[in-house]
């Protein structure tokens, strides 16, 4: 069996209406995939909130570099609830990933005038 055999063979399959569907589900199931995809802090959202509004009562607005003593504050707030929730300390990628959640979320209270 030559290849433009094999080529057109493969060609007609996908041109029916079956290859069609078929080549569309796999789109689909991919976009899915890729919508579903979230951030790895989204699971401790919650915990993160809670963590931002302790930091904000406090931490006084009057304090020397209040914004990095709040974020501290709060960072040391998601680890611990992390350990607790999965019996182990967060490595260096996962206490990265909680501190960009910190931060997003910190934006989305403040803007929600929550704080």
């Given at each position: 069996?030559?290849?433009?055999?094999?080529?057109?063979?493969?060609?007609?399959?996908?041109?029916?209406?079956?290859?069609?569907?078929?080549?569309?589900?796999?789109?689909?199931?991919?976009?899915?995939?890729?919508?579903?995809?979230?951030?790895?802090?989204?699971?401790?959202?919650?915990?993160?909130?809670?963590?931002?509004?302790?930091?904000?009562r406090e931490i006084?607005?009057?304090?020397?570099?209040?914004?990095?003593?709040?974020?501290?504050?709060?960072?040391?707030?998601?680890?611990?609830a992390y350990e607790r929730?999965?019996?182990?300390?967060?490595?260096?990628?996962?206490?990265?990933?909680?501190?960009?959640?910190?931060?997003?979320?910190?934006?989305?209270?403040?803007?929600?005038?929550?704080?």
């Amino acid at each position: 069996m030559n290849w433009e055999i094999l080529v057109g063979v493969i060609w007609a399959a996908l041109n029916s209406p079956v290859g069609i569907t078929a080549v569309a589900s796999v789109a689909l199931w991919a976009l899915n995939k890729l919508y579903a995809a979230r951030p790895e802090w989204q699971a401790y959202e919650g915990a993160i909130i809670r963590a931002v509004q302790w930091a904000e009562r406090e931490i006084p607005s009057d304090a020397e570099n209040k914004h990095v003593q709040r974020a501290n504050h709060a960072l040391q707030y998601v680890l611990k609830a992390y350990e607790r929730i999965n019996g182990k300390r967060a490595d260096a990628w996962m206490a990265e990933q909680l501190a960009q959640g910190i931060e997003v979320t910190h934006v989305e209270l403040e803007a929600a005038n929550v704080l």
